[in-house]
């Protein structure tokens, strides 16, 4: 089961602190991966094993994602918001295939969704 928690709104050039609170993982999920909008636009991943990151291109630099194995957390640090960045967020567990979330990619759970709005 995964719950995103942080949303919210803010203007150009702020910051939000997405979480992803994580329980019963199945065994083979290999990563928690971030990801917006309806096409589920691949935006960030890390690995469970040795905390690998992967960034799209339109967050690298902006976006920070981060792991609390004792909280069994996922964040999304996000500085430099901009309005294209609007979109529900989700979190999911997966199983990666290939380079970190650039390959075929196995869901396995996903949350329920975090709006993130940023105004202009």
Not at 5 to 18: F, I, M, N, P, Y
Not at 57 to 71: P, Y
Not at 79 to 100: F, M, Q, V
Request: hydrophobic share 30%; net charge neutral.
């Amino acid at each position: 089961q995964l719950v995103e928690s942080g949303g919210g709104s803010v203007q150009a050039g702020g910051s939000l602190r997405l979480s992803c609170a994580a329980s019963g993982f199945t065994s083979d999920a290999n990563a928690i991966g971030w990801f917006r909008g309806k096409e589920r636009e691949r935006v960030s991943c890390i690995t469970n094993s040795d905390n690998i990151t992967y960034y799209s291109s339109s967050v690298k630099g902006r976006f920070t994602i981060s792991s609390d194995n004792a909280e069994n957390t996922v964040y999304l640090q996000m500085n430099s918001l901009k309005p294209e960045d609007t979109a529900i967020y989700y979190c999911a567990s997966l199983h990666y295939l290939g380079e970190l979330c650039e390959g075929p990619i196995i869901y396995r759970s996903w949350g329920q969704g975090t709006r993130v709005t940023v105004s202009s």
